[in-house]
Nanobody, 127 residues
Framework: QVLLVESGGGLVQAGGSLILSCAAS????????MGWFRQPPGKEREFVAT????????YYADSVKGRFTISRDNAKNTVYLQMNSLKPEDTAVYYCAAQLGDPTSIGVRFSSRYDYWGQGTQVTVSS
């Protein structure tokens, strides 16, 4: 079992920045990807970004490309999401997730492919 705990959400004005963290604990993972999804109010959960733990390849949704950066700290088993130039449409509950194995560039974008999820953290961007 893998436990994922997010932190760092909050309220920020449009144009501002936030950094989310997700710490993983429990089962030792050797091949996996960790990512972020978000669920805006009244909408379905959507892909934001993912990083492969081995090699560090990253993937982003078009809506956040150039504004958000996903990174990892192997020693801390932690993944980060640096969010810059935030917009009101970025308002959502952000979830951290882990997918076992070596997912494809397509597979990383589907929430159904992820095996473990955090509890979520609220990000609110005011206009």
């Amino acid at each position: 079992q893998v436990l994922l705990v997010e932190s760092g959400g909050g309220l920020v004005q449009a144009g501002g920045s936030l950094i989310l963290s997700c710490a993983a604990s429990g089962r030792t993972l050797t091949s996996y990807a960790m990512g972020w999804f978000r669920q805006p109010p009244g909408k379905e959960r959507e892909f934001v970004a993912t990083i492969k733990w081995s090699g560090g390849r990253t993937y982003y949704a078009d809506s956040v490309k150039g504004r958000f950066t996903i990174s990892r700290d192997n020693a801390k088993n932690t993944v980060y999401l640096q969010m810059n130039s935030l917009k009101p449409e970025d308002t959502a509950v952000y979830y951290c997730a882990a997918q076992l194995g070596d997912p494809t560039s397509i597979g990383v974008r589907f929430s159904s492919r992820y095996d473990y999820w955090g509890q979520g953290t609220q990000v609110t961007v005011s206009s």
